[in-house]
């Protein structure tokens, strides 16, 4: 019943901006954590940014910092992750994904989420 589904993925040039968006649906998250994670080719998962679903927390991975914010409207159970100053290097499927809970420390690790969009295709290129 749980879904998540992200969107908003695309090509852009360097330097540019894309806004990805992440919808879930079919239960209650106020204690959830939601969590972008990005897979390149040739490369393992990794973790991008998560945030608390009812609250102010937020979490970045160093290659984020500065450039992506995540951000969340909970009345439509949307979050966002703003990406700027995109580097090839992005190029990447982004995936969301939905936590029963926010643990500090831990919010970067893949096995704390049990719910994981399809991807969406980030591609950074002139």
């Known amino acids: 019943q749980v879904h998540v589904a992200e969107s908003g993925g695309g090509l852009v040039q360097p330097g540019g901006s894309l806004r990805l968006s992440c919808l879930a649906s079919?239960?209650?998250?106020?204690?959830?954590?939601l969590g972008w994670f990005r897979q390149a080719p040739g490369q393992e998962r990794e973790f991008v940014a998560a945030?608390?679903?009812?609250?102010?927390?937020?979490y970045y991975a160093d290659s984020a910092k500065g450039r992506f914010s995540i951000s969340r409207e909970r009345a439509k159970s949307t979050v966002y992750l703003q990406m700027n100053s995109l580097k090839p290097e992005d190029t990447a499927v982004y995936y969301c994904a939905l936590g029963s809970r926010w643990v500090v420390g831990r919010m970067s690790l893949e096995g704390e989420y049990a719910y994981w969009g399809q991807g969406t295709q980030v591609t950074v290129s002139s």
């Open positions: 945030t608390r679903w009812n609250g102010a927390s937020t």
């Open positions: 079919g239960g209650s998250f106020s204690n959830y954590a």
